[in-house]
């Protein structure tokens, strides 16, 4: 059953008196989830009065918390307490609950249109790529897997939340939104007396690893940027990432005794409310950079193997400031990827080719902006 458009219309300008229960699927990672925070923020402006859910996995659940634009986060672990069709009926009885009209799959996998049918929803809108157009009553126009890893040569130079913004187009949702994440001012005081108390300002965080090896710089360039900095600028280093990347950032914190580690000590959440408090974040293609920059804060990105132009985040009055090389073999994933036997912590061609002075070069710019910025601000 089709919703009905002058439903849709007084919903978007707040005449409608029903509240409009919408269902968001991103079961991705969560720099994914982060980008499609555009997306979410898109519905709920164009739907001010809606109930909006987000469906994300177990690991993305802190993050959708802190996206103002959710009402409502549901947990789908298809890969660990939700796996089999055990999972599926589960998912689908508390999806069903809801009675959704709407559902609106932002990433491009089977697995989300399916589920969108599942969850009962009246409409369901996305790209009908892989398969999963027979479970769409709404379908924008075909976007390839190739584009989610910038290998579409139609949308290569397009940020991956604007081509996400696309699925939104047959709702008549055309805007481009940027991402966001709020965090609360308890969970910042409860962070900044854990983690940063006594560091002097201005401090940089460092995004170090990401999805595994091959997107990581050497560790002496991390080294010497550190010392590079506190001596340019003063200020402090604190290191951000997970449990896995904890060996890794050891070996840096053994070079840098100077700066504050906090991998593997710190929940999703913490690690945001961290990036929240830093005044400059530099790191890799990874879930810190997109969530440094929907919290508005100034970052550096570090490109090899992705495609900064979809990947680098997007923001604001040029927040965000990405180095890529542009070697023939990058942007590469998976069987393309040339250097697969450089194992396992060295450095990528790619990654490399980034030396420090460039990095510094960009630094240079944003702590031109932040002083420019405090000045205005003592005006």
Not at 117 to 127: D, F, H, I, P, T
Not at 270 to 291: K, N, Q, T, Y
Request: aromatic letters at 10%.
């Amino acid at each position: 059953m089709a919703l009905d458009t002058q439903a849709l219309e007084d919903q978007a300008s707040g005449k409608g008196k029903a509240i409009l229960k919408i269902l968001v699927v991103e079961l991705a990672h969560i720099g994914d989830f982060v980008a499609s925070t555009g997306v979410i923020r898109a519905i709920k402006e164009a739907f001010r009065d809606s109930l909006l859910v987000a469906v994300v996995t177990r690991d993305t659940e802190e993050v959708a918390r802190l996206c103002p634009y959710v009402d409502e986060v549901e947990v789908y672990d298809y890969e660990g307490e939700h796996r089999g069709v055990k999972g599926w009926l589960d998912i689908s009885r508390r999806l069903r609950r809801y009675g959704f009209d709407i559902g609106i799959a932002t990433n491009f996998t089977f697995r989300e249109g399916l589920l969108l049918y599942l969850a009962g929803c009246k409409e369901r809108v996305g790209s009908p790529g892989r398969g999963r157009g027979i479970f769409l009553t709404k379908r924008s126009e075909y976007i390839s897997r190739g584009a989610m890893f910038g290998l579409d040569r139609e949308l290569a130079f397009r940020s991956i939340t604007e081509i996400r913004l696309k699925v939104l187009e047959p709702l008549g949702i055309k805007r481009v939104s940027y991402p966001r994440l709020e965090v609360p001012e308890d969970l910042k005081a409860k962070v900044y007396d854990t983690f940063l108390r006594g560091l002097a300002r201005p401090i940089f965080s460092f995004g170090t690893s990401g999805d595994g090896t091959y997107k990581r710089w050497g560790v002496k360039r991390w080294k010497i940027l550190g010392e590079r900095l506190v001596s340019s600028y003063g200020g402090s280093i604190v290191l951000i990432g997970g449990k896995e990347e904890r060996e890794h950032n050891e070996a840096i914190f053994k070079l840098l005794p100077f700066s504050r580690d906090t991998t593997g000590k710190t929940t999703v959440s913490d690690f945001i409310a961290i990036l929240s408090l830093v005044d400059l974040h530099i790191g890799v293609d990874s879930g810190p950079l997109h969530a440094a920059s929907a919290l508005g804060k100034r970052c550096v990105g570090l490109f090899g193997p992705a495609n900064p132009f979809c990947w680098s985040p997007l923001s604001e009055n040029g927040l965000v400031r990405s180095i890529y090389k542009f070697l023939p073999c990058s942007p590469c994933y998976y069987k393309n990827r040339p250097c697969l036997s450089i194992r396992p912590y060295g450095v990528r061609p790619c990654m490399s080719s980034i030396s420090v002075d460039d990095v510094l070069r960009e630094v240079s710019e944003h702590m031109s902006a932040i002083s420019s910025d405090e000045m205005m601000r003592k005006e």
